[in-house]
């Protein structure tokens, strides 16, 4: 039988059964990897066409502008552009004190102080991408000191990307080393891991990297670094909820999950939060287990909200 033991950072790590099988085989015996690309597709679609209009309210918008996190991932960032993006969020609280107010602002970690000491807004946190983003093609030396400063500089999350290509070769106990050794640096900072599912392909591949994320020590799991053709997709999003779900019956322990990178409208952010809600259920329908990783989608929510064209941010 495998053995489990509670990690410092409060996840499972798997220990090497005594009859000499792998620990990570062992763990994808315990979930339906028996998933097939259509069969995802079929149940998308029966939920968008069943549900979704269900959730087009006022109510769901506030609740998703909360959910965001406003992210500028620019090769054209600077500090002036930083400090000012951040100014915006500050002055959200006083221009709009009715609504809540963005879940985080997102940034290369070299932006962290600027935004860390910046911010003058309760609840909202500074996530960075760490971890060689958006390629995770780094040495782990690299990897963990540029995590490490990060935090150092006042992140409050941390967002790392799955070496996907450790992943497609099959190298899943590397995948797990990896993530493992950032989560060590993170401690109790939250750690986002994205699996770039654009790459994986397939929804077995998904569900086998939500799987693996989640037990190497992963807070969340979120689609997309939004820098490659194929970002989030309604059905990698119902893949990754179903391995959550799981992932919960099986150990007890709630991940968040973040969809991130292509979400353009805010019809798109209202069929993800559906997503969550059939799957998850009411539990993940808070601004800190569900969030959106965009950047274009705060203005449109806004505009829908204060019912006139705003660009606020």
């Known amino acids: ?62 609740f998703l502008m909360g959910s965001i996190e406003l992210t500028t991932l620019k090769t054209t960032d600077s500090d002036e552009s930083v400090l000012a993006f951040t100014e915006r969020v500050n002055q959200f609280a006083d221009t709009y004190p009715d ?59 941390i967002d790392i990307v799955m070496p996907v290509g450790k992943f497609l070769s099959g190298d899943y106990e590397g995948v797990a080393d990896d993530i493992t050794e950032l989560k060590n640096v993170c401690g109790e900072v939250p750690m986002k891991v994205i699996l770039e599912t654009g790459c994986l392909k397939t ?31 309604p059905e990698a999003a119902y893949v990754m909820c179903q391995a959550i779900k799981e992932y919960y019956n099986e150990t007890g322990i709630q991940i968040g999950f973040k969809p991130a990178g292509g979400i353009n409208s805010v019809m798109d952010a209202i069929t993800y939060y559906t997503i969550v809600k059939e799957v998850l259920g009411e539990k993940w329908l808070t601004n800190k287990w569900l969030r959106l990783g965009t950047s274009r989608l705060a203005n449109l929510l806004l505009s829908e909200i204060v019912g006139e064209e705003t660009k606020f941010f």
């Open 203 to 233: 929804a077995e591949n998904i569900k086998k990297a939500s799987i693996l994320s989640m037990y190497a020590g992963a807070d969340y799991i979120k689609t997309s670094t939004g820098k490659e053709k194929i970002s989030a997709t």
């Open 99 to 157: 609504l809540k107010n963005v879940a985080c602002i997102c940034v290369y970690p070299c932006f962290a102080k600027i935004v860390s000491q910046t911010l003058e807004v309760e609840d909202v946190n500074v996530t960075c991408v760490s971890g060689s983003f958006p390629s995770s093609q780094a040495l782990m030396e690299v990897k963990i000191a540029e995590t490490a400063l990060a935090i150092k500089d006042g992140a409050t999350e």
């Open 1 to 62: 039988m495998e053995k489990v033991e509670n990690t410092a950072a409060g996840k499972l790590k798997i220990i090497t059964s005594p009859t000499g099988q792998s620990n990570i085989d062992q763990a994808f015996a315990k979930y339906d990897l028996n998933i097939s690309d259509e069969q995802v597709a079929a149940a998308v679609k029966k939920i968008i066409s069943e549900k979704v209009h269900e959730n087009d309210t006022l109510e769901v918008k506030k």
